[in-house]
Structure formats: structure tokens, C-alpha cells
């Protein structure tokens, strides 16, 4: 299986940086969006990170030229007809994500492969409305695209095994550094690191310890690159939250529910660094919390690593992915020291 043609649909942050992707690799690349606004965004959105990255040295301006003529633009959606993948990356809305499938399936060549960019939506549910759901995959980049490298690459119910292997070996072509996973809620990443979160402002709520203290003690204790709620914060708590329902409609455990403050945060327009305040305050610049209770500090990187811990375990034995994938994943799409894996071989609570 070659693939030489891909179509991205959808240019906002997700879908430009993709196009990005595949066209520095060489490809010939289709972007297309709902309408010429769109479109123009989308070209915007490359335009920028490519001389960004020729003002960083990264590449030349003959390069990015190279890569700018190697895309071609639009709305009408028969442009990906001979298309070898198409990628879509469309607003995280299910019925929106079947109505452009079943628009691919109508006009990409019979023997395209169709993948879904979803954070968190079911791959074998989108598939279900294509005449090829064997030819249907999830292959979910993280942001940003052109940086970030790793990319979950999703074997839904019915996806054809050759497939599945063909769309991470492509992966590995454009320097990715894919894990393969089965289509449940949260994939590798979402799942083991909400789950986490959330487990964090629950002892918050519930008064086991203050911001800082939860903050600073698995920013020093488990050598993590940033404190859970300052994460959340980054995430977005609005974005974290409709993670949470997904993993919580799956396993029905009231622990997944999205805990108390995230909820009242969100009600009160405090939806992390995006709307100036979450957790934190930053309308100042943001130091990292720090606490002189060690003891507390001890305590809180004890309970959250042992659940943390216990999640990727029961993970893997429920079949989300091989214990090496959990722990690149944790690695390369969280920036985490070691993988839980890795971390059970010397962790002592
Ligand atoms: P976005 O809102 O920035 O972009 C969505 C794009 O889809 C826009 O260009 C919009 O014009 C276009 N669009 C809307 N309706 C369309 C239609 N009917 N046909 C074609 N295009 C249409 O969203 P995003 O952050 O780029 O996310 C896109 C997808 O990627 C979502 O599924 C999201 O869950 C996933 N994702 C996002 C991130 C992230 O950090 N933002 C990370 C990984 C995956």
C-alpha cells in the first residue's frame, strides 16, 4: 500500500498543522474546509508556522516554498478523489465527523484509506457509516502537529489488521513515532492522563491538600513537567471535562465523573489559561507552585502515582495497548520522564 496523495479536511489548528506534516515529507497534500473563509485560514495557518520556521532556521525559504506548491486548496470535497488517505480533522462533533465520512466514502477512490484526527470520539461509530469500515482508522496527532511526535494510530471494530500496520509504518515515514491502540474512550494518552487529573482536584475538593502542595509534589516527587492542576489549566478545563464524560459514559465509575471544581470553575467562565484564570491567576506571569510541607507532599505523590499506577495497569490488561505503547505515549505525548510501566519497576508507595 503506497500512499503518495492525502487529503486533510478541516484547517483550523489540528487539520493546517497535518497538511504541514505530510507536505514537508514530500507529499502532495488536498486541504479542504467548509468554506473560503476557512480555506484562507488554513493557508494562513501554514503560512505562518513555515516562515516561523524559517525564521527559526529550521528550514529554508526555498524549502517552504517547496512545501506551500506541494498543497492544493478548497471546499469541494470530490478534490480528494484520488486520494490515497484522507485525514479528517473537523470539529470534535460525532455527527458532523459521519457526515463528512459518508461524504469520503461517496468520492475518494474505492481502496482510500479514511482516518479520523479525533480526540476522543468512537473510530468504529464513524466507520459504521462508510461502505469500508475495514478502511477506516483513527490517527490522532498531537498539537502541534509539525512538532509533537507522537501519533495514536486507532484500529477500530472492523479495521483491517494490513491497514492499521500500513497507516503507523506511514507514521514512522514522516518521523512520527507511532503506537498502535484499540478504539476506546480516551485512546492511551487522554484516558491515563485525565483519569489522573481529575483524581488530583478531587483531593483538592476534598481538602487533602492545598493547590500547591498537589502541584509541587508531583512536580518534584514524580519529576513531572508540570503539577496536574496547573496541566488542567493548560489543557483547558472545558476541553478536560468533555474527555471526562466520554471516559465516565464508558466505565460508569462515579471516580471518572469530572470532579467539583472543574465544574464550578467552568460555570464561573474560569476555563484555564485560555480565559485568563483556572486553578491559577495568570494575569501575572506563572511561577511554579511551591510548598514546604513535605511531609503532605510525600502523601499526595503516594496516592496519586499508586491510582495513576493502577489505571495503566488495568489499561493494558483490558487491551487499550502494550505496555511499551502506554509507556511511549506517556513519554512523547506528555513529556513525562519515564512511562508508568517503567516507573512500577522502582516505584515503592
Ligand atoms: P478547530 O476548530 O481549530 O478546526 C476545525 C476545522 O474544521 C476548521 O478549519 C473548520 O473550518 C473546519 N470545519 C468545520 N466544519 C467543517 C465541515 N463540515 N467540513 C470541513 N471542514 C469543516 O479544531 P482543532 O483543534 O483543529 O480540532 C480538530 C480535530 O482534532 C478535533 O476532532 C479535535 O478533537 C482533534 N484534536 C485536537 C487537538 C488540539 O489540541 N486542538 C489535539 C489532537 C486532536
Known amino acids: 500500500m503506497t500512499f503518495e496523495r492525502i487529503g486533510v479536511v478541516g484547517l483550523g489548528i489540528m487539520g493546517a498543522g497535518i497538511v504541514e506534516v505530510f507536505a514537508k515529507a514530500g507529499l502532495q497534500v488536498v486541504g479542504v474546509a467548509e468554506s473560503e473563509p476557512a480555506v484562507e485560514q488554513g493557508k494562513k495557518n501554514l503560512a505562518t508556522s513555515l516562515s516561523r520556521a524559517v525564521s527559526r532556521e529550521k528550514i529554508t525559504q526555498e524549502q517552504a516554498d517547496e512545501v506551500s506548491a506541494r498543497v492544493t486548496w478548497g471546499t469541494d470535497f470530490e478534490l480528494f478523489a484520488e486520494c490515497d488517505l484522507v485525514v479528517e480533522a473537523a470539529p470534535e462533533i460525532m455527527s458532523l465527523k459521519q457526515q463528512i465520512f459518508s461524504e469520503l466514502d461517496r468520492v475518494v477512490k474505492p481502496e482510500g484509506v479514511l482516518a479520523s484526527n479525533t480526540s476522543s470520539l468512537s473510530i468504529s461509530a464513524i466507520a459504521e457509516v462508510t461502505e469500508r469500515p475495514e478502511q477506516v482508522v483513527g490517527m490522532h496527532f498531537f498539537n502541534p502537529a509539525p512538532v509533537q511526535k507522537f501519533v495514536e494510530v486507532i484500529a477500530a471494530d472492523k479495521s483491517h489488521a494490513d491497514i492499521v500496520e500500513a497507516v503507523a509504518e506511514l507514521a514512522k515515514s514522516l518521523g512520527k513515532s507511532p503506537a498502535v ?24 475538593d476534598e481538602g487533602v491538600a492545598s493547590r500547591e502542595v498537589i502541584d509541587s509534589a508531583m512536580r518534584e516527587l514524580a ?14 478545563l472545558d ?5 471526562l464524560h466520554t471516559i465516565e459514559a464508558d466505565t460508569r465509575d ?5 470532579a467539583a471544581s472543574l465544574l464550578s470553575l467552568i460555570a464561573s467562565g474560569n476555563k484555564g489559561r485560555k480565559t485568563g484564570s483556572g486553578f491559577y491567576d495568570y494575569a501575572e506571569k506563572h511561577e511554579a507552585p511551591t510548598s514546604d510541607d513535605q511531609e503532605l507532599k510525600i502523601q499526595v505523590h503516594a496516592t496519586l502515582m499508586k491510582a495513576y499506577l493502577h489505571t495503566a495497569r488495568v489499561m493494558n490488561e483490558s487491551g487499550y495497548a502494550s505496555q511499551a505503547d502506554i509507556d511511549m505515549g506517556m513519554k512523547l505525548g506528555c513529556g513525562l520522564p519515564e512511562g508508568p510501566f517503567e516507573t512500577m519497576d522502582h516505584f515503592v508507595a
Open 239 to 243: 476541553t478536560s471535562v468533555e474527555v
Open 254 to 258: 462515579p471516580l471518572d465523573a469530572p
Open 223 to 236: 519529576h513531572f513537567p508540570m503539577g496536574p492542576l496547573e496541566l488542567l489549566d493548560l489543557i483547558g
Open 181 to 204: 491502540v484499540a478504539d476506546k474512550p480516551g485512546f492511551i494518552v487522554n484516558k491515563l492522563l485525565l483519569t489522573y487529573l481529575n483524581h488530583a482536584v478531587r483531593l483538592l
